[in-house]
């Protein structure tokens, strides 16, 4: 779908950026998920934003851009003058890259900007506040501008000071690409028993594990374990899963596996067999094929895994019957060439009958599939699973506050 697509706002949808009337010379902030990774190979975050941007820019808005990459606590967090330069050639117009964001010097240059101006301002990751929602940052980074449009469906699970930290500060309006992807989801949201349904859990991060593995457990017919959510399945099971990635909250997802397990609505896919490697660091080699039951040895890793035949079965009747499908998290070790799991999941998701969307910038990138796709991981997954996000309460909060017109 075209990220300028005009699209029909879900029930209590916040107020939508497209029906605000944009003055020229009035001072935005847009708070962008440009949350790439270096080198810039894929810019879909970006791409999806440039229609609301551009059309702040050609009403004569003053666009102060705030966006995060990367991580604070692990020093991840990189300068972004490298989007400000993509940014640039997109829009057709000359953007400017202001490293700083929440000092005295940042909030001059959001001044200085002129009606049509662009300004791409400091990764907000760089502050040790923004992650915690810190009020006072959030205080300042609301200094940029007089009212804030909100992108970044990538983001709209976090509960960060540019993200709905700005709307306690601000008249806040939903960019059009929120809702574009909110649009795009609906068809795999809720429970439809009409439709069979199948999820594929993979990746490394935790809420594939704490929002996926929980939500879809209880509204889908087949959920398939895959990444370090398999991970966690085994070791809930008993298994012994060697130096298998387990991501950063490995005991809270135990523990949080071990509940989901016990209450599962849906058929949960455990392989008896999978493909290990020996893991020196981050490469693998040495890889080789074993039975679940006899453990991964320490020093080895999962890599792939195979599908047992009960799923091989369901998966023909399902592409028969038709089927919708979620794919969030890359099933295995895809771009190391182990890619028997994900090939076989990509070619059964080919079939006219199957409805799958793959979720996440990650997922998305690493995988060949020409199917429907959302920029959003984490964020979609707690909206399938919760039809709400953060973004959305702060947004529909704020529009119901009293605020002075700009």
Known sequence: MNPSTQVTAPQDAPRSLLDRRIVSGERWVFSAGFNVASGMRDTSRIDTELADIARLADAGARVAVLSHQGRHKDGSAEHLG??????????????????????????????????????????????????????????????LGDAVAVGG??????????????????PGWAAQSLLVELERLSPWSGADPSVPSLAVLGGVKPE?????LRSFSRTYDVVVPAGAVLHH???????QVGDSELGEQPERCAKATDEILGS????VHVPSQVVIARRPGDSFTDPREIRVADGVPPGFAIVDFRLESWLLDLMREFSGSGCRAVLAGTPTLYL?????????????????????IL????????????????????????????????????????????????
Request: glycine fraction near 10%; aromatic fraction near 6%.
């Open 82 to 143: 490298d989007v400000a330069a993509y940014l640039s050639g997109r829009l057709g117009r000359n953007v400017v890259y202001v490293p700083e964001n929440a000092t005295d010097t940042a909030v001059e240059h959001s001044h200085a900007l002129t009606p049509g101006d662009v300004a791409l301002f400091g990764n907000t990751r760089h502050q040790p506040g923004e992650e915690a929602n810190d009020p006072g940052l959030a205080a300042r980074f609301a200094s």
């Open 153 to 170: 469906f990538s983001k709209g699970h976090r509960e960060h000071a540019s993200n709905t930290g700005l709307l306690n500060y601000l």
């Open 208 to 212: 594939k594990t704490l929002i996926g």
């Open 233 to 239: 399945v085994l070791r809930a099971l008993g298994h």
């Open 264 to 267: 599962a609505a849906a058929r």
């Open 336 to 356: 190391q060439g182990f890619r028997h799991a994900s090939l076989h999941l990509l070619d059964w998701a080919s079939a006219p009958s199957v409805e799958m």
């Open 359 to 406: 979720l996440g910038g990650d997922t998305v990138s690493e995988l060949p599939f020409d199917g429907t796709t959302s920029t959003g991981g984490g964020s979609a997954l707690c909206y399938l699973g919760e039809a709400d996000l953060p973004v959305l309460r702060a947004l529909r909060e704020n529009a119901a506050m009293s605020w002075t017109e700009i």
